[in-house]
Nanobody, 116 residues
Framework: QVQLVESGGGLVQPGGSLRLSCASS????????MNWYRQTPGKQRELVAG???????YYQDSLKGRFTISKDNTKNTVYLEMNSLKTEDTAAYYC??????????WGQGTQVTVSS
């Protein structure tokens, strides 16, 4: 069973930055893509950013330029660097790993709150 553990969430003021981390119990080479999603109460979970096995990245259009996804295969960890944070970025952020064959794994989430 794959375990994904997120960390790095917390309270930050508008305009501030946070870096989220997601550590995997499985080797990254077993995944096709690693993604970050976020969800606020009453809304659907939405894709924030993703990175493929060959390091191709993709982002929600509205977040391009403020958020950066990266990964360290030696640590089996994916990161989400978030800059110029806005109150509307407040959400629970989830790590997701996708493996060929339709397998999808989720972390437990980490809360990000942007507030003055």
């Amino acid at each position: 069973q794959v375990q994904l553990v997120e960390s790095g969430g917390g309270l930050v003021q508008p305009g501030g930055s946070l870096r989220l981390s997601c550590a995997s119990s499985a080797n990254f080479e077993s995944f096709d893509t690693m993604n970050w999603y976020r969800q606020t109460p009453g809304k659907q979970r939405e894709l924030v950013a993703g990175i493929t096995a060959i390091d191709t990245t993709y982002y929600q259009d509205s977040l391009k330029g403020r958020f950066t996804i990266s990964k360290d295969n030696t640590k089996n960890t994916v990161y989400l660097e978030m800059n110029s944070l806005k109150t509307e970025d407040t959400a629970a952020y989830y790590c997701n790993a996708v493996r060929s064959g339709g397998f999808s794994f989720w972390g437990q989430g980490t809360q990000v709150t942007v507030s003055s």
